[in-house]
C-alpha cells in the first residue's frame, strides 16, 4: 500500500519522470550494447577518418574511423559502472562506520571516525581521486576504488546524523530495555530507518561519480583506451574541435544527459521520501 502511494505520487511529478525515462535509456543501451551498437567500436576504417554524421556511420567517426554512435554506446558501460560499484563501496564502508560512530559515540567517534572523515572531506574531491588513481594505476577499476573513497565522508556523516537522531527514539529505547545488544539495534532498528535517506544521498552520488569517473578518463587515468570511454572520447575530440565537432560534442551530450537524467530522479525521490511530506 505504502510502496503503490510512493510510486503514485512519482508518477506525478514531470521532471522525476523525465529523469527516469533517461536513466533507464541509458541503463538499456549499455546493457544491450553488443545488439543495439550498428558497428563495432573497436573497428577502425581507415578509409573513413573524420567522416561527419552520415547513413552509415549517423554521428560520424572519430580520427582512426571508429563509429562514435557506437563507441558512445559501449561508453555508456564503463560510466555506469563505474558510478554504481563507487557508490556501493562507499556505501558499503560509510554507512557500517557512521552507524558505529553516531550510535556508539565517545572517543571511537570523535577523535577516530570523525578526525579520520573530516581529514578526507578536506581535500579537493577531483585531487584526491587523481592521487588515489595515480597511486593505485591507471584503469577502470582503480578509478572505481578511487571514487569509491572519496566518497565514503558523505555516507559517514550522513549515517551518523540519523543515528544521532534515531538513538533516543522510543523504539530504540525499547530495544535497549529488552535486552537488545548495540549491533541488533544498530542494524535492525536504525539501519532500516535511515533507507529512504541513504537512497537519495546514493542516487544524487552516482552522478558525481560518473562526472569523476570522466574526468580521470579525460585526464587518462580511468578506462584506457582503445576501450571506449565518453573522459576519453571527450578528451581525443578536443584535439579536432576545428573540423570534427562532433567527436567530441557527442560525448559530452552522453555525459550531461545522464547526470541530469540522475539528478532529476534523485530530486523526485528525496520529494517523495521526505517525511514531512
Do not use: C
Not at 89 to 114: K, N, Q, R, T, W
Not at 176 to 190: D, E, K, M, Q
Not at 192 to 215: G, H, R, T, Y
Amino acid at each position: 500500500m505504502i510502496r503503490s502511494k510512493l510510486v503514485r505520487r512519482f508518477g506525478r511529478k514531470p521532471l522525476a519522470m523525465v529523469g527516469f525515462t533517461l536513466v533507464m535509456l541509458v541503463l538499456l543501451v549499455a546493457v544491450f550494447a553488443p545488439q543495439v551498437a550498428p558497428h563495432d567500436p573497436l573497428r577502425a576504417d581507415f578509409g573513413a577518418i573524420l567522416q561527419p554524421p552520415s547513413a552509415q556511420y549517423m554521428l560520424g567517426t572519430d580520427e582512426v574511423g571508429r563509429d562514435v554512435l557506437s563507441r558512445l554506446i559501449f561508453g555508456a558501460r564503463a560510466s555506469l559502472q563505474a558510478g554504481l560499484l563507487a557508490v556501493l563501496i562507499a556505501v558499503g564502508i560509510g554507512v557500517p562506520l557512521g552507524l558505529v560512530s553516531g550510535y556508539i559515540g565517545g572517543p571511537l567517534d570523535e577523535l577516530v571516525i570523525m578526525r579520520i572523515t573530516d581529514a578526507i572531506m578536506a581535500f579537493p574531491v577531483i585531487i584526491l581521486a587523481l592521487a588515489l588513481t595515480t597511486a593505485l594505476g591507471a584503469g577502470l577499476t582503480t578509478a572505481m576504488i578511487a571514487i569509491g573513497v572519496v566518497y565514503i565522508p558523505i555516507f559517514v556523516r550522513l549515517a551518523r546524523a540519523q543515528a544521532l537522531t534515531l538513538r533516543e527514539a522510543e523504539f530504540v529505547e525499547a530495544a535497549r530495555a529488552l535486552g537488545n545488544r548495540s549491533t541488533p539495534i544498530i542494524f535492525l532498528h536504525l539501519l532500516p530507518n535511515m533507507v529512504s535517506a541513504i537512497l537519495v544521498q546514493a542516487s544524487l552520488s552516482v552522478a558525481a561519480a560518473i562526472l569523476v569517473e570522466s574526468a580521470l578518463s579525460f585526464l587518462g587515468l580511468g578506462v584506457q583506451p582503445p576501450t571506449p570511454s565518453w573522459g576519453s572520447m571527450l578528451r581525443t575530440g578536443t584535439g579536432y574541435l576545428a573540423n570534427a565537432p562532433w567527436t567530441s560534442f557527442w560525448p559530452g551530450m552522453a555525459i550531461f544527459v545522464t547526470v541530469l537524467g540522475i539528478n532529476l530522479m534523485g530530486d523526485g525521490l528525496r520529494d517523495v521520501l521526505d517525511p514531512k511530506d
